[in-house]
């Protein structure tokens, strides 16, 4: 079955810098990935989604790379801020002709101001 | 619209009793999931509906589970008997198809 990695548990970093989240998978050929960012207490949100045939996607300060060959995909928050910390999650689209997802375990970030 | 609503926002029951989670998903969106997080096994799809039909349920743990979508604007996750081991976080999420879902904000149950 298919296997999700996420770099670390957790992830300190400094105000100001960029921060970088690694996804790693197996077993799987996803047609599509996604990340998702979770507080405690609530539900995860939808930040981006990057299809197999795209090599990176931007929206604001968020850039997600996906290399089909390595397995992996990197989520980078530049110019991070204490409002960014959260728990960030990445998630396997299925293959064609299905919807479902299957979630990593998340990586806890902390900006430290 | 405000968003996926799930009801109640908190569950606790004594085991053996029966357990329904409800969910309103968000109107036009045509895909449905219901999912389970812990801390030891993260994010666990449970069940997924597309147009009202149940479309994947092996993640469903066992027959102590099932879920309905009697309309596009209603599911329900019933758990019976309910033990202790489904103490949990559950989610609905709903979306489009091959887009981002969106969340509810959860129900956290706790059975004793």
């Known amino acids: 079955s298919q296997k999700i990695e996420q770099n670390s548990e957790a992830l300190n970093i400094q105000e100001g810098k960029t921060a970088t989240l690694t996804c790693n998978y197996t077993?799987?050929?996803?047609?599509?990935l996604q990340w998702y960012r979770q507080d405690p207490g609530r539900g995860p949100v939808f930040l981006l989604l990057i299809r197999e045939n795209e090599k990176e996607k931007r929206k604001e300060r968020l850039k997600v790379t996906f290399d089909t060959t390595l397995k992996q995909s990197l989520f980078h928050i530049t110019a991070s801020q204490p409002a960014d910390s959260a728990t960030y999650l990445c998630?396997?689209?299925?293959?064609?002709?299905?919807?479902?997802?299957?979630f990593g375990t998340g990586t806890r970030l902390t900006v430290i101001p | 619209d405000a968003g996926v609503i799930q009801s109640p926002r908190h569950e606790v029951t004594e085991m053996g009793q029966e357990v329904t989670l409800r969910c309103k998903p968000i109107?036009?969106?045509?895909?449905l999931f219901w999912y389970r997080q812990t801390m030891m096994r993260g994010l666990e799809l449970l069940i997924y509906?597309?147009?009202?039909?149940?479309?994947?349920d092996s993640g469903m743990p066992e027959d102590r589970f099932s879920a309905k979508m009697p309309n596009a604007s209603f599911s329900t996750l019933k758990i019976q008997p309910s033990e202790p081991r489904d103490s949990a976080v559950y989610f609905c999420?709903?979306?489009?198809?091959?887009?981002?879902?969106?969340f509810g904000s959860g129900t956290r149950l706790t059975v004793v």
């Open positions: 998630a396997l689209g299925a293959q064609t002709g299905a919807n479902n997802l299957f």
């Open positions: 509906f597309n147009n009202n039909v149940p479309i994947d």
């Open positions: 999420a709903s979306s489009l198809s091959d887009t981002g879902y969106t």
């Open positions: 077993n799987y050929s996803p047609a599509y």
């Open positions: 109107s036009g969106h045509d895909y």
